[in-house]
């Protein structure tokens, strides 16, 4: 009697339809993909790519700060996974909220980029201007996010800031327009490498100068939760060190019910220290206009993902005691009377 064989399972792997969103989703088809290069089994899995716009690709007017969370980004895909029509999303995990929808889950994180921001002054300038110290006063900095907004304004009170909104070709764009208003912009430099870019990096801003996003430069792959296969298969693009620090980071997010647009800011190592682990995480929380600062760190040895997820949300509940809580609550009452100011004109049909 013969054998029946396995008919190879072809996963669609879904991303945004941007330029970077794909360039991501197509490096981990190549990593997929690697995994079953040597292998001459006719079932083994095959995979491919799909692409779609969301809110946040669609809306290039508002703010970020106006247009609620990080659902932006995924809420489409998401859909798409849970109706089957795709079975694993790529993301940014800086993108994502912390709490996913029922039924969802990470099924990888894989090795993290350099997660800090990057200086990318206007062409033309990268003699004279090579450190935000350099730029004159009232020189105006290109950012959509009110984390980078609010750590410059409290070291940098004579710069200016304005949004810039666009995918990284448009906003580079913008910034070297001769009649443009920006002097510089600031980016994330996972990015700017990924898509071939790193020469237009001025300067890394690092911490203290400013603490980067929670998960920044991070890829994570989601799934259904009740889909094993694509679970197993997975695991094995995992990096360890990156799980850990980025899960420390969401579960310090999570606790302090932050958004894409709240700023929080983190930076995380994971170190050896004998045979011992040390997880150490540094959290900041700054008011819109830099007039309040609340920063902590902690230090402490970890053994499992779950024991770096304690850390994160520890440090949390320190930041909130410290004062963390009144600055989160001042912001979402600013937030709130923006959007119905922005409800008001839209109404009137125009602002």
Aim: proline residues 4%.
């Amino acid at each position: 009697m013969a054998t029946e064989t396995k008919q190879p399972r072809t996963f669609v792997v879904a991303a945004r339809n941007s330029q970077l969103a794909q360039v991501q989703a197509n490096s981990v088809l190549a990593q997929l993909e690697q995994l079953y290069a040597s292998s001459d089994d006719p079932s083994k899995p095959k995979f491919t790519t799909s692409f779609m716009s969301t809110a946040g690709d669609k809306n290039q007017s508002q703010a970020l700060y106006l247009m609620g969370g990080k659902a932006l980004w995924t809420k489409e895909l998401e859909v798409a996974l849970k109706d089957k029509e795709v079975d694993m999303l790529v993301h940014s995990l800086k993108d994502v909220p912390t709490t996913l929808p029922e039924g969802c889950l990470l099924g990888a994180i894989l090795e993290r980029e350099d997660p800090v921001d990057a200086l990318v002054v206007k062409k033309g300038k990268e003699g004279v201007w090579k450190s935000l110290e350099d730029l004159p006063e009232g020189s105006v900095v290109g950012t959509s996010s009110v984390r980078r907004v609010a750590q410059l304004k409290r070291k940098f009170p004579g710069l200016r800031f304005l949004d810039v909104r666009g995918n990284l070709n448009t906003r580079l764009a913008k910034l070297d327009a001769e009649d443009g208003p920006y002097a510089a912009l600031i980016l994330a430099k996972a990015g700017l490498v990924r898509l071939g870019w790193g020469d237009r990096i001025t300067a890394d801003l690092n911490p203290p100068t400013l603490y980067h996003a929670v998960s920044q430069g991070a890829l994570a792959v989601e799934i259904r939760d009740d889909d094993l296969e694509s679970l197993e298969i997975l695991q094995k693009l995992t990096h360890r060190g990156t799980d850990w620090k980025c899960r420390a980071e969401r579960a310090l997010l999570r606790v302090l019910e932050g958004g894409c647009s709240v700023p929080v800011g983190v930076y995380t190592t994971l170190t050896k220290e004998g045979g011992d682990e040390l997880l150490e995480i540094t959290g900041c929380v700054t008011s819109l206009d830099g007039s309040e600062h609340v920063e902590e760190s902690l230090k402490e040895k970890v053994t499992s993902v779950e024991e770096a997820e304690a850390v994160g949300v520890k440090l949390a509940k320190v930041l909130m005691e410290k004062g963390a809580t009144r600055i989160l609550d001042e912001i979402n009452k600013d937030r709130e009377h923006r959007i119905e100011l922005a409800k008001v004109a839209d109404a009137k049909g125009g602002p």
